[in-house]
């Protein structure tokens, strides 16, 4: 996609990025989870894949797929998962696009019609879902905004907030969800943070950690959540890690993994 080689070009001739934050600013948008093994790649020429990993529990290399499963993604500057087939777009204009792949369990091409459902979402850095309709932001200064998007089931236009929650979230070059009010940064040193917003689900400013719960995180270009403490990581040469996080709920360091789990997944960076 010509915004990706963009970001890279840019970035790197200003010397404002490390090559972490460089990468995840391409990759961001391209390979993410929607749970229960479901995985989506969107590729440079707009296409949407759909991937099911069978051993997405215990780290197995069973995959169903890829199917496609949709055309013109590349339209969208971010793409993000919601919950039970929902995908949030983001276009340059910073309207916010809902859809619902009606098939997502089993890679059938069945959609509910989008809608548009909010504006101005292009102010932020970093747009991640928690899951059950909440949506986190991290804007330019480092604050980070949580919304709940009540319709999230059936694109209503519905929300509630935003409510700043914290700070300083700019520090991190990467930023994902695990799902249940759990939050994960990476540092450029590759240290990985573990947070939990007890508030996640009304939007209080309620949090316990940070604790750091691993290190050299920064070796691959691209990390997304696969809920319940699973945790993937693409390296550069498109091999697929799976991690299971089995203190994800509270923050021990407790893993297992990493299992290599598949290959050619920098085709999706």
């Not at 490390?18 to 790649?41: K, M, P, R, T």
């Not at 917003?197 to 997304?224: M, S």
């Amino acid at each position: 996609m010509i915004r990706r080689a963009f970001i890279r070009a840019v970035a790197a001739a200003a010397g404002l990025l490390s090559l972490a934050a460089i990468q995840d600013a391409a990759a961001q948008e391209s390979v993410f989870s929607a749970g229960n093994g479901v995985i989506y790649g969107t590729r440079q020429n707009g296409s949407l894949q759909w991937y099911l990993h069978r051993g997405w529990q215990e780290g197995k290399a069973s995959w169903a797929g890829p199917q496609g499963v949709g055309t013109g993604w590349s339209s969208f500057t971010r793409v993000f998962p919601g919950e039970n087939g929902v995908i949030y777009g983001i276009l340059p204009n910073g309207d916010l696009r809902w859809h619902r792949h009606n098939g997502w369990q089993t890679g059938t091409v069945d959609w509910a019609d989008a809608q548009r459902v909010g504006t101005g979402w292009n102010g932020f850095t970093r747009v991640f879902s928690a899951g059950r309709g909440v949506i986190y932001g991290v804007l330019p200064n480092g604050d980070l905004h949580w919304y709940r998007h009540n319709g999230w089931q059936t694109g209503a236009v519905d929300w509630t907030g935003p409510q700043k929650v914290g700070n300083g979230w700019n520090a991190f070059t990467h930023v994902f969800s695990g799902g249940r009010g759990v939050v994960y940064g990476i540092l450029p040193n590759g240290d990985l943070h573990w947070y939990r917003h007890n508030g996640w689900q009304t939007g209080a400013v309620d949090w316990t950690g940070p604790q750091r719960v691993g290190t050299v995180w920064n070796a691959f270009a691209h990390v997304f959540s696969g809920g319940r403490g699973v945790i993937y990581g693409v390296l550069p040469n498109g091999d697929l890690h799976w991690y299971r996080h089995n203190g994800w709920q509270t923050g021990a360091v407790d893993w297992t993994g990493p299992q290599k789990v598949g290959t050619g997944w920098n085709a999706f960076l």
